[in-house]
C-alpha cells in the first residue's frame, strides 16, 4: 500500500509517502510553520510527489490529520486530501492530532500510559491519555493545563505535544516526573502515514475535529440588514 499524509493541523506543513510493502518512507519533507499552511501545502505535496517519483494514481490512500489543532490549518490540510481524493478516485481517511502524537510510543512500549497535550491557549490543553496496548483512558477533551499535570504524574508515563513544557512549568517539586517528555510542535508526519495505513477500510470522509468553539465570534452589530 501506498499512502500519501497530509499535515497542517499544527506548527507545521508537512506530507509524506510511505510504501508499505518496502516497509519504509519514499519520500518526504516537513516544514515549520506556524501561518501560511494553504500556500505552502500544495507546492510540498507536489515535490514530495516527485520525489517519490509516483504518480497520484498510484496512491492507496491519503491520510490527514483532522484536529484538534489550528482552525485554520486543519480545514487546509482537510481541504487538500479530501480533494485529491475526489480528483483520483482514491480513498481519504483522518487521523486525530493526539493519536499521532502518542503513536511512536505506543509502538515502542505499549505496556506504559503516554499523555498527549497540545496548547489549546487560556490555560487549557486539548488532552487525551492513552493506557496498555494503546487504549484510550481519557478521550479527546478540552481541559485545564492542571487536570493535565495531575494525569502525567501516573508512574511510567510518556510526555508528548506541544503542551508539554507548560504542563512540566507546574510541576511540583518532589512529584516524580515522566520518563520522557517530547515538546515537539506537531507530530511527525511519518507516523501520520504509519497511522493512515493501519486504519480499517470503509472510514468516513474526513473531518475537523473540533474540540471547543472557535474564538472569533461573528458581531450582530456588524451584520447588514436583509433587504
Given at each position: 500500500?501506498?499512502?500519501?499524509?497530509?499535515?497542517?493541523a499544527?506548527?507545521?506543513?508537512?506530507?509524506?509517502?510511505?510504501?508499505?510493502?518496502?516497509?519504509?518512507?519514499?519520500?518526504?519533507?516537513?516544514?515549520?510553520?506556524?501561518?501560511?499552511?494553504?500556500?505552502?501545502?500544495?507546492?510540498?505535496?507536489?515535490?514530495?510527489?516527485?520525489?517519490?517519483?509516483?504518480?497520484?494514481?498510484?496512491?492507496?490512500?491519503?491520510?490527514?490529520?483532522?484536529?484538534?489543532?489550528?482552525?485554520?490549518?486543519?480545514?487546509?490540510?482537510?481541504?487538500?486530501?479530501?480533494?485529491?481524493?475526489?480528483?483520483?478516485?482514491?480513498?481519504?481517511?483522518?487521523?486525530?492530532?493526539?493519536?499521532c502524537?502518542?503513536?511512536?510510543?505506543?509502538?515502542?512500549?505499549?505496556?506504559?500510559?503516554?499523555?498527549?497535550?497540545?496548547?489549546?491557549?487560556?490555560?487549557?490543553?486539548?488532552?487525551?491519555?492513552?493506557?496498555?496496548?494503546?487504549?484510550?483512558?481519557?478521550?479527546?477533551?478540552?481541559?485545564?493545563?492542571?487536570?493535565?499535570?495531575?494525569?502525567?504524574?501516573?508512574?511510567?508515563?510518556?510526555?508528548?505535544?506541544?503542551?508539554?513544557?507548560?504542563?512540566?512549568?507546574?510541576?511540583?517539586?518532589?512529584?516524580?516526573?515522566?520518563?520522557?517528555?517530547?515538546?515537539?510542535?506537531?507530530?511527525?508526519?511519518?507516523?501520520?502515514?504509519?497511522?493512515?495505513?493501519a486504519?480499517?477500510?470503509?472510514?468516513?470522509?474526513?473531518k475537523?475535529?473540533?474540540?471547543?468553539?472557535?474564538?472569533?465570534?461573528?458581531?450582530?452589530?456588524?451584520?447588514?440588514?436583509?433587504?
Open positions: 500500500m501506498r499512502v500519501l499524509a497530509i499535515d497542517t499544527l506548527e507545521a506543513c508537512s506530507a509524506a509517502v510511505l510504501d508499505t510493502e518496502l516497509g519504509r518512507m519514499i519520500a518526504g519533507e516537513s516544514i515549520p510553520l506556524v501561518r501560511g499552511h494553504a500556500e505552502a501545502l500544495m507546492p510540498l505535496i507536489a515535490r514530495v510527489m516527485s520525489e517519490a517519483q509516483i504518480e497520484f494514481a498510484q496512491v492507496d490512500r491519503i491520510a490527514v490529520t483532522v484536529g484538534p489543532g489550528s482552525f485554520t490549518g486543519m480545514r487546509v490540510g482537510i481541504a487538500a486530501a479530501r480533494g485529491l481524493a475526489l480528483a483520483s478516485g482514491r480513498p481519504a481517511v483522518g487521523l486525530s492530532t493526539l493519536a502524537y502518542a503513536a511512536p510510543y505506543i509502538a515502542a512500549d505499549d505496556t506504559a500510559p503516554v499523555v498527549a497535550a497540545i496548547d489549546a491557549r487560556h490555560e487549557h490543553v486539548y488532552l487525551q491519555v492513552f493506557g496498555a496496548g494503546g487504549r484510550t483512558m481519557i478521550s479527546p477533551r478540552l481541559a485545564p493545563l492542571r487536570e493535565a499535570m495531575k494525569a502525567a504524574t501516573a508512574p511510567g508515563v510518556r510526555l508528548v505535544g506541544s503542551a508539554a513544557e507548560q504542563i512540566m512549568a507546574l510541576w511540583s517539586e518532589g512529584t516524580p516526573e515522566p520518563t520522557a517528555v517530547d515538546a515537539r510542535r506537531a507530530p511527525a508526519i511519518d507516523w501520520v502515514a504509519r497511522l493512515g495505513a486504519v480499517g477500510e470503509g472510514q468516513p470522509v474526513p475537523p475535529l473540533y474540540l471547543r468553539a472557535p474564538d472569533a465570534q461573528p458581531q450582530d452589530a456588524a451584520r447588514l440588514p436583509r433587504r
